[in-house]
């Protein structure tokens, strides 16, 4: 029973995580894809919690569907509506070349999973209640992976200044904050 | 074992990487584009995690959240470079914006 349940918890979740990925290179208005995005992260957490990697999960809906996310939907926002159909402009042929080449992507990858590790992926190991708990997490982090945590500071400090300069530097050129929102909007259309 | 096996959160990892190669030679818009790229990185992830719980090594879960580091410092950089051009009255078309095509 308790098999049926997880296994059941995980096809809707994997379906989820699918659909709602396929929605957000698919829909025109940009502010629904953002949206479908927020649902691919979510149904993602739960395939997180079911590896066992709860903090991860926690993180992936604080940082992602919490911060990045609102932050896009602001962005958007300020943009005004900037419709775009994946279809669109362009020759055909650059579409059906860029689906076919995201398709033998996939076939690839799925091949040289099945070529490098064929069926030696089904055991799993062992693990203990700590497996994944933010006291682990942090442990690897201060200890083994103390380079990788001390450059992710750099990276993210590095981001941070970066944002300030290209948000800071449009306004000392020309002054574009006085353009009106009905220029925005009339441009957009 | 109960669940699923590592293999079918591979499969949903490719298809997720797959999807958002996609995205990105498709659309133009540079929002969506940046969109489809936190769908690449997020099938990496899965990936990681999956491995990490294969082998029941903590390093992949570590490296997950290195990358989702790396993912939110990217869509910072990524939203101010959207919100420059979008001041300077530019249009959001990554075709267009070809200045610095080599």
């Keep these: 029973m308790g098999n049926f349940i ?3 918890v995980w096809v809707v979740a994997a ?3 699918l659909a709602s990925a ?3 290179i698919t829909f025109t208005n ?3 894809s953002a949206l479908a995005l927020i649902g691919n992260l979510a149904s993602l957490a739960v395939l997180y919690l079911m590896l066992s990697a709860e903090f991860v999960a926690a993180a992936q809906v604080l940082i992602y569907a919490g911060a990045v996310m609102v932050m896009f939907l602001f962005v958007i926002a300020y943009l005004g509506r900037q419709g775009d159909a994946p279809w669109a402009g362009g020759p055909s042929w650059q579409s ?3 689906v076919g080449a995201a398709g033998v992507l996939f076939i690839e ?3 040289a999973l099945g070529l490098k590790a064929g069926g030696r992926l089904s055991d799993e190991a062992a693990i203990d209640v700590f497996f994944g708990s933010p006291h682990e997490i942090g442990r690897l982090f201060l200890t083994d992976h103390l380079l990788a945590f001390e450059i992710t500071s750099i990276v993210l400090l590095v981001a941070a200044v970066g944002g300030v300069i290209l948000g800071s530097h449009a306004r000392s050129g020309q002054p574009v904050d006085s353009a009106p929102l009905e220029v925005q909007e009339g441009r957009s259309r | 074992m109960m669940g699923p096996e ?3 959160y591979l499969i949903v990892a490719a298809f997720l990487f797959a999807t958002g190669a996609a995205g990105v030679l498709l659309r133009r818009s540079p929002l969506v584009v940046l969109l489809s790229l936190e769908i690449m990185l997020n099938g990496a992830n899965l990936a990681l995690i999956a491995f990490s719980r294969r082998f029941g090594e903590l390093d992949g879960q ?3 959240l290195a990358v989702m580091a790396v993912a939110a410092s990217e869509v910072v950089v990524g939203l101010g470079l959207i919100v420059a051009i979008a001041r300077r009255r530019l249009d959001l078309d990554v075709d267009k914006l070809s200045t610095l095509r080599g």
Excluded: E, R, S, Y
Aim: charged letters at 0%; one cysteine or more.
């Design chain 1, 22 to 24: 396929l929605a957000v």
């Design chain 1, 6 to 8: 997880v296994w059941v």
């Design chain 2, 6 to 8: 590592v293999n079918a």
């Design chain 1, 15 to 17: 379906f989820a995580c």
């Design chain 1, 96 to 98: 059906l070349a860029a």
């Design chain 2, 62 to 64: 570590v490296f997950a």
């Design chain 1, 109 to 111: 990858i799925v091949v």
């Design chain 1, 30 to 32: 940009p502010f629904f």
